[in-house]
């Protein structure tokens, strides 16, 4: 297993475009989260998926954001109609169900909205 | 809602030297606390985590530190080298749902 996977590393999109990121996690992994981190600031999360069960939504996932996880396995990231403010790196991370265990992040998806 | 706070925010350091990150947080009940590394424009690399229950762990040049009660933690980084610079991030699991709160980290540079 190579980790968790993201792709594209790097989207430049027009103001208006739709985007969609994909995130393959550490394969035994059963949460699957994504994040997002402006320059200089940490991450803030998004949302989290159990399986392909969605189970946390962050109110900075705008009606424009929407996440899944079909099969319990990768999991797609869509910005509708992006928009300047959207521009950001959007990380992607896994663990396993124990509260104690820690995250695997992926490189990141640099999206920026011209 | 849990607020993580990294002191200081930049750090620059001549080659050698010992160096200590802060991280504080709000609310104690955490489940563990996990410490990143960041280079420039990439994603975040695992260096230590430490459970809830635990006070420190150790990985060659890095030990950490949790005082949950306090709700501080330390990073120690012995015998610094060029190599360290990055943006350090401390972030807290706050429940078995397993969000990750962060603070904005600190960035290091070890210069020769």
């Known amino acids: 297993d190579t980790g968790v996977s993201q792709n594209p590393r790097h989207k430049i999109t027009k103001r208006g475009q739709n985007v969609t990121f994909r995130c393959d996690p550490i394969?035994?992994?059963?949460?699957l989260y994504w994040y997002r981190q402006t320059l200089g600031q940490g991450p803030e999360f998004l949302t989290y998926?159990?399986?392909?069960?969605?189970?946390?939504k962050s109110r900075l996932l705008s009606d424009r954001f929407s996440a899944e996880r079909p099969k319990g396995s990768f999991s797609t990231l869509e910005i509708q109609r992006t928009e300047q403010g959207d521009s950001a790196m959007y990380l992607c991370?896994?663990?396993?169900?124990?509260?104690?265990?820690?995250?695997?992040f992926g490189s990141g998806t640099r999206l920026t909205v011209v | 809602k849990q607020e993580v706070t990294q002191i200081p925010a930049a750090l620059s350091v001549p080659e050698g030297e010992n160096l200590v990150l802060n991280c504080s947080f709000t609310?104690?009940?955490?489940?563990?606390l996990q410490w990143f590394r960041q280079d420039p424009g990439k994603g975040l690399t695992s260096l230590l985590l430490?459970?809830?229950?635990?006070r420190e762990q150790t990985s060659g040049r890095l030990n950490a530190s949790l005082d949950k009660s306090s709700g501080r933690s330390t990073l120690y980084i012995a015998a610094s080298q060029p190599g360290d610079s990055a943006t350090y991030l401390c972030?807290?699991?706050?429940?078995?749902?397993?969000?990750?709160?962060f603070g904005r980290g600190t960035q290091l540079t070890v210069w020769p």
């Open positions: 998926f159990q399986n392909e069960a969605q189970l946390e």
């Open positions: 609310d104690s009940a955490i489940y563990n």
């Open positions: 430490i459970q809830s229950s635990q």
């Open positions: 991370a896994s663990s396993l169900a124990q509260a104690g265990d820690g995250y695997t």
């Open positions: 972030a807290v699991r706050g429940s078995t749902l397993g969000r990750l709160y």
């Open positions: 394969s035994e992994h059963n949460r």
